[in-house]
């Protein structure tokens, strides 16, 4: 799992950040049921996460508390593997995937929260 993680940093020419298998993350229902396409934001480590919130479809999530749930990494490579090779990007950056198409940039306001 690091290897591609690593992979996906040089790519980017970004330094590796571990998201550590027991530490948490947000995810939607739609990322999970497969909606296309996945994104990603990492915002700072904080309390036990990893600072990950990924979602399915084109709009931002809404405000709703209840719209991400959380899981371990550790379990992402069973129920949303094609995220995993992004989860070494630092905080701060973000990742939109769909078959055959990857954007991944830096948002310096992510580390603002």
């Given amino acids: ?10 790519r980017h020419n970004v330094e590796f950040s571990v998201a550590e298998p027991s530490s948490k993350l947000g995810i939607s229902e739609g990322a999970l049921q497969g909606e296309q396409p996945l994104n990603g934001l990492r915002q700072p480590p904080e309390n036990g996460t990893c600072g990950w919130y990924i979602w399915g479809g084109r709009d931002f999530p809404p405000e709703d508390a209840d719209f991400f749930k959380p899981m ?7 129920s949303c593997p094609a995220v995993v090779p992004y989860l070494g990007l630092p905080p701060g950056w973000r990742f939109l ?17």
């Fill in 97 to 113: 995937i769909a078959p055959g198409y990857e954007d991944v940039w830096f948002d310096a306001s992510l580390l603002d929260i």
């Fill in 1 to 10: 799992m690091d290897q591609d993680q690593v992979e996906v940093c040089l």
């Fill in 72 to 78: 371990h990494v550790s379990h992402l490579s069973v």
